[in-house]
């Protein structure tokens, strides 16, 4: 696994932030999502099945500017 620190702009309410936990979590390959900071989620990751575009361009189906940090 691999973990990453994705910058997740907009999050700023605790359901903005469930419902970009959520959507990372349904994500094959994912083991593990959780607030790091302000704006930030750590994900853990398979990278043999996912890249780290694959879980920004999720979070910005949700609505969210992202990027990797």
Request: hydrophobic share 45%; charged share 30%.
């Amino acid at each position: 696994m691999t973990r990453v620190i994705l910058e997740v702009r907009g999050m700023e309410r605790p359901e903005q932030v469930e419902k970009v936990l959520n959507a990372i979590k349904k994500l094959e390959g994912v083991g593990g999502v959780q607030p790091a900071d302000t704006e930030q989620l750590e994900v853990e990751y398979d990278p043999h099945l996912l890249t780290v575009v694959d879980l920004i361009r999720v979070a910005r189906e949700q609505g969210f500017l992202a990027g990797m940090l």
